[in-house]
């Protein structure tokens, strides 16, 4: 028995590695067929690229990413060794803090993306650098209210700053497992406007796709630091900017991207000098949810 | 029995007006008499219960005479067949545009036809026209526009009108009106639900939109931990007052106003004297007394500080961070208090459990001495300001002081690390001995 279960066992990892490689391999040994192709997301006043495919193959990028790539699978492997994530077993159970994207070089403005309502047609800018030093990162810029004249847009007026979901080897997922923790942390120092920290975890469903977790940020204004800890038992459940009647508290296991956006309807420069970005352990914090789940809001 | 139909169903709608009440009640006393006891109800709700075979032409009533003037203006328009609502608020516009006039259209327009024929397009116009007219932060007003709405009309009577979409357009405009409500952050009363009950019914789209903001705006209304005044003063040096307290974040420190603005008139002209408002904290003066006098200190600035809609600039005295060579660890004194100890020094088994420090590295900035305020940012009237804070600071007769200000408005950022011939566009950096600085003292006092 145990022998025919071992040979049938054989032939499905064969297959199974197979279709693992097919479907994850071959698209990156090559260039992309978005890359080739031109697919990428043509912006509103973008004039189309034109450019032919066989211009656009780079043998340094290929040879880049091969080892890119091949580097995080080895350490994807290797990790394991050491423990969860690669970190050792006695890390993982007992860190109370840990900084997640913290600014110490022009590498790791990489990791964020910066976006306005310029995508909807508005007219804000922002712009994010490094600030003094090289340790600190500066996103700055102005807002602008003013709604695009397109007819159906009311409100306009949003710049905002994005972390990039975490990738694996050849672009797999991977998501940020935060359950240890549950104050999130920042060291920050901003011109007194208040700002929006939203919070995207992974989804199921895809209808769910837009669903934010989102909580206020507060700055004082001044020359000096200010450290701002939010617990995650306060962020509410927002879908496409709208706040929903039946919230559930964020869970915490996989999380892609944390996104800071300012968006409080004052024209004018802006400015957001941020530090770090940390989770932690607040011992002290013990409240699960901060809003009501315990029947429909509002009540029907 | 259309009286007491009414009756039933006005109390299902859960009214709390008070007039509303005395109406129905009155229609109770009336109840024999069903013609007479719907015509008070009709009065009193502006609309009336449409009979199922009754044509509306029977229900056409003479328009409520308003002011000749108007009747007149309401002639011209009805030879329109288009009827343009943002033409009334023009026309008022013209005038004055003041809750008064904003008003007095509203008016016009609820007396003008006894079923509001139009009322949606109306309610769209008035809200696109608020912001003009100053009122889009009154509660008042927007329920005066709630009001504009037929009452009874759009209440779902059956359960088949309840699960379908009950009148479309007048929900939507109602959920619209709430938003703007939502937008300029007012929250609505009791009189709104009163209103959106009597006008949607009570599980309508507009109730629904009315509770959550009844929900969510509690809950975030004290959610800012540094907040700011609704009323901000009009006074820039209140103003720069509370804007400083607020940077400064030391309940210790202590604003000092360096200059009054004020106008001299002298013989060489109009003088204009900018404020110039300070702040200083002990633990500052502290800092600044153990500076090294062969170092420099800068002004500088402006740096923007905003408080709701309005953008205020700073300056701030600083110095460059130490180098490392120079940096002394100053012991704790063991002495400075007695209640709590200021250190530690116990050999406690602690692990990583226990460790809740952050594993970055700290960003160097240089100490900052002092802030100000001013409605004026050149060197002059800085220099007055470093000058009024010499009579408390004797150390900075000793320094030099660098100015590096900007014309425009500067990002927020420390002191970047200026190379031998490094200097930044528009930046004025003037070396000011002390002797030259007391001499400019002198010289603005006597002008003063």
């Known amino acids: 028995m145990a022998v025919s279960r071992a040979t049938h066992f054989t032939p499905a990892v064969r297959f199974l590695g197979s279709c693992y490689k097919q479907r994850h391999l071959a698209p990156h040994l090559s260039v992309g067929w978005r890359a080739i192709s031109g697919g990428e997301y043509k912006r509103p006043g973008q004039t189309q690229d034109n450019t032919p495919i066989w211009k656009k193959f780079d043998f340094d990028k290929g040879v880049e990413g091969i080892r890119k790539h091949f580097t995080l699978l080895k350490n ?69 209210s003013a709604p695009p004249r397109d007819g159906e847009t009311r409100y306009s007026g949003y710049c905002t700053m994005r972390s990039k979901p975490p990738m694996g080897s050849f672009d797999s997922k991977k998501h940020h497992d935060w359950s240890s923790f549950n104050t999130l942390h920042l060291r920050i120092r901003g011109d007194g406007r208040p700002w929006m920290i939203n919070v995207g975890a992974e989804t199921y469903f895809s209808h769910q796709k837009d669903d934010m977790y989102s909580y206020f940020l507060y700055t004082r204004g001044g020359p000096y630091w200010q450290d701002v800890k939010i617990p995650f038992s306060k962020f509410f459940l927002s879908s496409r900017g709208r706040i929903q009647d039946d919230q559930h508290p964020l869970w915490l296991d996989k999380v892609n991207t944390i996104g800071i956006t300012l968006g409080d309807k004052a024209d004018g420069p802006f400015q957001l000098e941020i530090d770090f970005v940390a989770v932690c352990n607040d011992r002290a914090h013990t409240e699960e949810f901060a809003y009501e789940v315990y029947k429909r809001n509002p009540e029907v | ?109 609820s007396k003008r036809d006894i079923r509001r024929r139009g009322h949606v397009e109306f309610i769209y116009a008035a809200l696109k026209k608020m912001p003009e007219f100053g009122v889009e932060r009154d509660l008042t007003v927007y329920n005066k526009l709630l009001d504009v709405f037929p009452k009874e009309v759009f209440v779902p009577r059956n359960f088949i009108q309840r699960m379908f979409n009950h009148y479309p357009r007048q929900q939507e405009c109602g959920v619209h009106l709430l938003e703007q409500m939502e937008n300029y952050g007012i929250m609505p009363n009791v009189d709104s ?54 940077i400064a974040n030391d309940l210790d420190a202590k ?118 305020m001013t409605s004026q940012g050149d060197q002059a009237t800085l220099n007055q300001w470093i000058s009024g804070l010499q009579e408390t600071n004797p150390i900075l007769g000793r320094v030099p002081t660098l100015f590096r200000l900007e014309a425009g408005p500067r990002e927020l950022q420390g002191v970047a690390d200026p190379g031998p011939g490094y200097r930044e566009e528009g930046e004025e950096e003037v070396e000011t001995d002390i002797v030259v600085e007391e001499e400019h003292q002198r010289s603005q006092g006597v002008k003063q």
């Open chain 2, 255 to 372: 604003v000092t106003v360096y200059q009054m603005p004020c106008t001299d008139i002298s013989e060489s002209g109009e003088i204009t004297f900018p404020h110039v408002v300070g702040i200083q904290s002990p633990d500052q003066m502290e800092l600044l007394a153990k500076h090294n006098p062969n170092r420099p200190v800068f002004v500088e600035g402006p740096f923007p500080l905003w408080l709701r809609k309005i953008c205020v600039y700073y300056y701030i005295l600083r110095a460059d961070p130490l180098p490392p060579e120079e940096k002394v660890e100053e012991p704790y004194d063991p002495e400075r208090c007695f209640d709590f100890p200021l250190q530690l020094d116990l050999d406690l088994d602690r692990d990583m459990g226990d460790d809740d420090s952050f594993d970055v590295e700290d960003v160097d900035e240089g100490p900052v001495f002092a802030m100000c």
């Open chain 1, 76 to 144: 994807e492997f290797l990790g394991r060794w050491t423990g969860p994530e690669g970190k050792p077993l006695i890390e993982h159970i007992l860190e109370q803090t840990r900084v997640i994207w913290e600014f110490r070089g022009p590498e790791s403005l990489e990791q964020w993306t910066v976006s306005s309502d310029q995508e909807i047609g508005g007219r804000s800018e922002a712009y994010l650098k490094l600030g003094r030093n090289n340790t600190t990162c500066l996103m700055y810029g102005t807002l602008c």
């Open chain 2, 193 to 246: 639900k009163v209103l959106i009950v009597q006008i949607f019914g009570d599980k309508s789209h507009p109730m629904r939109k009315y509770q959550r903001i009844m929900y969510w705006f509690p809950k975030f209304k004290h959610a800012n931990p540094f907040p700011v005044p609704v009323q901000l003063p009009e006074d820039p040096v209140d103003l720069a007052r509370l804007s400083l307290n607020r």
């Open chain 2, 1 to 109: 029995m259309n009286g007491a139909r009414c009756l039933l169903r006005l109390q299902s709608v859960g009214f709390l007006a008070p007039s509303v009440r005395a109406a129905v009640q009155h229609a109770a006393l009336l109840q024999p008499a069903t013609a007479l006891s719907q015509i008070t109800v009709r009065n009193t709700c502006g609309q009336a219960l449409r009979r199922f075979h009754g044509s509306p032409g029977c229900y056409k009533s003479q328009p409520v005479p308003t002011d000749p003037g108007e009747e007149h203006e309401d002639r011209v328009k009805k030879d329109k067949s288009l009827i343009t609502h943002d033409d009334l608020f023009e026309r008022v516009a013209r005038e004055a545009k003041t809750k008064a006039t904003f008003n007095r259209v509203v008016d016009v327009f």
